[in-house]
């Protein structure tokens, strides 16, 4: 990933990625500033994934997240298929183009209470997937991408959409050659206008657009990705649905990513 949108990179055939995300609580704002130490004291959402390359062109994912809010212990299953890769000295391949899906299962227990987020009633209520397809294009130094991403679920709340498209893109700028890049992300989910009205009258919520914002710290042997976002959660199924924290009320967080790759 940059911050929230993948990326069309591969790990390459025999190759695993173990990576931790962790995202913290609101730097500013109602539950922010020096009493919650600037977010530090809290953990929003982590989550603990393995990439492995089973092929050049294919790799698949599994990994655990925490979640964030009343959907809660989430497992991923997921597929990135390459499509295409960049060829600067083949102008038959502009681009970069891959494809990802995932399916995610919360095993968080159900609630007694009716039209909640986690009012599961039979095992498919539990499950969200993901279809994004991923653009990029290199252009000297610097990265470009667009991540048109359609979720669905199988169960949401009695005034809330079960499916909703959302568009995403990315840029990366080189700051220092093979060193430090800087990153910028956001989406934008499209949800109707009855939806967001409902939810304003009976839960007083409004949502907003995922922005995010950091730094690609490259080692040996290791990235390390310092961000800030206003999405509590990490992964798509929920973020895309569910951000209701804004950049203009302080509701943003410190995040970050540690990838560490292996030979297998």
Excluded at 61 to 81: D, M, N, T, Y
Aim: zero cysteines; aromatic letters at 12%; a positive charge.
């Amino acid at each position: 990933k940059t911050i929230n949108t993948r990326t069309a990179d591969m790990i390459g055939a025999g190759q695993m990625e173990f990576n931790v995300t962790h995202n913290f609580g609101d730097i500013a704002g109602s539950n922010g500033g020096i009493k919650r130490f600037f977010g530090l004291d809290n953990a929003t959402d982590i989550r603990i994934g393995f990439h492995i390359g089973v092929g050049k062109t294919t790799e698949i994912v599994a990994a655990r997240a925490k979640g964030a809010g009343l959907v809660q212990s989430l497992w991923e299953l997921g597929i990135k298929q390459q499509l295409m890769q960049q060829m600067q000295d083949d102008p038959s391949k502009p681009l970069s183009i891959a494809l990802y899906a995932n399916a995610v299962v919360s095993t968080e227990t159900s609630n007694p209470f009716p039209d909640q987020d986690n009012s599961f009633g039979k095992f498919s209520d539990r499950l969200s997937h993901i279809i994004q397809l991923i653009i990029a294009k290199k252009i000297n130094a610097v990265s470009l991408q667009l991540n048109p991403t359609f979720m669905s679920r199988g169960y949401a709340v009695s005034y809330d959409q079960r499916s909703m498209f959302a568009l995403g893109g990315a840029v990366r700028f080189p700051l220092v050659k093979n060193r430090l890049n800087l990153v910028v992300d956001y989406f934008h989910p499209f949800r109707s206008k009855e939806s967001k009205d409902s939810f304003k009258i009976k839960d007083n919520q409004s949502f907003y657009g995922i922005f995010g914002a950091g730094f690609e710290i490259i080692t040996w042997g290791h990235v390390f990705r310092l961000n800030f976002t206003n999405a509590t959660e990490i992964l798509e199924n929920r973020f895309i649905p569910r951000t209701i924290t804004s950049w203009g009320k302080g509701q943003f967080r410190w995040g970050f990513t540690v990838a560490r790759n292996f030979t297998l």
